[in-house]
């Protein structure tokens, strides 16, 4: 579909889907999470830290309409966007009653230029009742839904601190994946003590579910998080920057051709960033990838079995 691509990028969707320039407002509508709250836990997954959300954090206290308002002006003026996609970003954005998150979501209609509603959650934090609210708005927007999978492997989940397995994510995704919401699952890559055969089994898993997106992120420490504490205790492997290309270009290369990839990095304030220093360098990170890509002539599936 995108000939000059190695791998099926996210900004190229969009462009082919909108005909037009489309920029991503992230919004925090300031939802809890069950993992944090103490229904499953106090502790949350042991890399979170909701102050990685960057210029995000702490936009619970500016009016929901106010924050995509400004994210569209930000959009139409740095991008000239012409299109805009609400991204609720922030904690699990499925936790609560049916009517909040109706009055939530809600907050999209008042903008024409909004053309897709995004959200992030758990799998362990929707039923077919949300479901249906979520499905609803895709009369009018493209839908996305996020789900936080991170593994497939139920023992790096439980060191993680997920409080919840693979069985409950497929439970969730095979609800979803037949009705008219685009799904989107989040994995990480160079989990504590998981091997590159683990990391590239949940790339194969992927492969045979055939998402319509994929997120894939480089495992990241955190000041101040519970992952800082066992990294200084455990001393578990990172990668370093050439490491973690080879292994992230064999995760491509299992992934299903036609899953869009939708992200391949992640973001982090300097400030906080404890490992892997390398992160800071975003764009050239993504230009290196599509470079190496390029040399040694591979493609995203081009391993693809049609599991």
């Known amino acids: 579909m995108f000939p000059k691509a190695r ?26 999470c069950p993992n944090k709250d103490g229904k499953f836990s106090d502790e949350g997954c042991i890399f979170c830290d909701n102050r990685t959300f960057n210029a995000y954090f702490g936009n619970q206290r500016i009016p929901i309409k106010e924050q ?6 930000f959009g139409s003026s740095r991008y000239r966007a012409k299109k805009f996609l609400v991204y609720f970003q922030a904690n699990t954005n499925t936790y609560a009653s049916i009517d909040e998150l109706k009055k939530i979501y809600d907050s999209i209609n008042e903008f024409d230029d909004v053309a897709g509603l995004m959200i992030g959650t758990r799998p362990d934090c929707i ?22 999978l991170q593994s497939m492997h139920d023992q790096t989940l439980k060191l993680v601190n997920r409080n919840h397995t693979y069985k409950d994510f497929l439970k969730t995704y095979n609800l979803t994946k037949n009705r008219n919401i685009k799904v989107c699952p989040h994995v990480i890559l160079g989990l504590p003590h998981e091997t590159t055969a683990e990391m590239l089994e949940t790339a194969k898993e992927m492969a045979r579910l055939k998402p319509d997106a994929i997120k894939i992120h480089p495992l990241h420490i955190v000041k101040d998080t519970n992952l800082e504490k066992l990294y200084k205790e455990d001393k578990f ?5 050439g490491e973690y290309y080879d292994l992230l270009i064999n ?6 051709p036609e899953t869009i990839i939708a992200r391949l990095t992640a973001d982090c304030p300097r400030k906080l960033l404890i490992e892997p220093q390398w992160l800071e360098e975003k764009a050239r990170f993504i230009q290196l990838l599509d470079k190496e890509m390029d040399e040694r002539g591979i493609f995203q599936g081009d391993l693809y079995k049609g599991m």
């Open 251 to 256: 995760f491509l290369r299992y992934l299903h």
């Open 127 to 148: 039923d077919n009742e949300i479901l249906d609210l979520i499905e609803s708005y895709s009369t009018k927007y493209e839908v996305w839904l996020e789900y936080g």
């Open 7 to 32: 791998y099926k990028k996210f900004s190229d969707y969009l462009k082919e889907r909108f005909n037009e320039r489309v920029y991503k407002v992230s919004v925090d509508a300031g939802f809890s």
């Open 68 to 73: 995509i308002s400004n994210g569209i002006k």
């Open 237 to 241: 492997k990172m990668y370093s920057l």
